[in-house]
C-alpha cells in the first residue's frame, strides 16, 4: 500500500523559498500511470493544484505559480520535492502531495500525504 508523507518547514519568511518533500514508501515514483503532485489549500478556500512530476520525471506547473515553481524527483531516496520562491503571506497553506493515477479511461487522486501546514511570516 502506497504511503505519502510531507516533510519540511513549517514558517517561511515572505520573499524566501519554501521548500517541501514528499518521501513515498509501498510504491516507486518510476512506475508508470503515477503523477506525484502538489495541492494546496489555503485558510477558507478550496483545494489548488500546484503541480506534478510523472514517472518519467516531466513536470507541469499550474499556471499561477509557473514562474516561481520547481518540482524535482531524488529516485535514490524515493522522493519528489516542491520549492515554490518569493513567497508571500497568500502562500500560507496545507501542503499535500498526492499520487495522481493516470489511465486512458480516468484521472484520479489515489492517494494522499497527511498535509503539512506552512505559514509565510515574518
Known amino acids: 500500500q502506497v504511503q505519502l508523507q510531507e516533510s519540511g518547514p513549517g514558517l517561511v519568511k515572505p520573499s524566501q523559498t519554501l521548500s517541501l518533500a514528499c518521501t513515498v514508501s509501498g510504491g516507486s515514483i518510476t512506475t508508470n500511470l503515477y503523477y506525484w503532485t502538489w495541492i494546496r489549500q489555503s485558510p477558507g478556500k478550496g483545494l489548488e493544484f500546484v503541480g506534478h512530476?510523472?514517472?518519467?520525471?516531466?513536470?507541469y506547473y499550474s499556471p499561477s505559480v509557473k514562474s516561481r515553481t520547481s518540482i524535482s524527483r531524488d529516485t535514490s531516496k524515493n522522493q519528489f520535492s516542491l520549492q515554490l520562491g518569493s513567497v508571500t503571506p497568500e502562500d500560507t497553506a496545507v501542503y499535500y502531495c498526492?499520487?495522481?493515477?493516470?489511465?486512458?479511461?480516468?484521472?484520479?487522486?489515489?492517494?494522499w500525504g497527511q498535509g503539512t501546514l506552512v505559514t509565510v511570516s515574518s
Open positions: 512530476i510523472t514517472h518519467s520525471g516531466n513536470t
Open positions: 498526492a499520487m495522481m493515477v493516470v489511465t486512458v479511461e480516468a484521472v484520479y487522486l489515489e492517494v
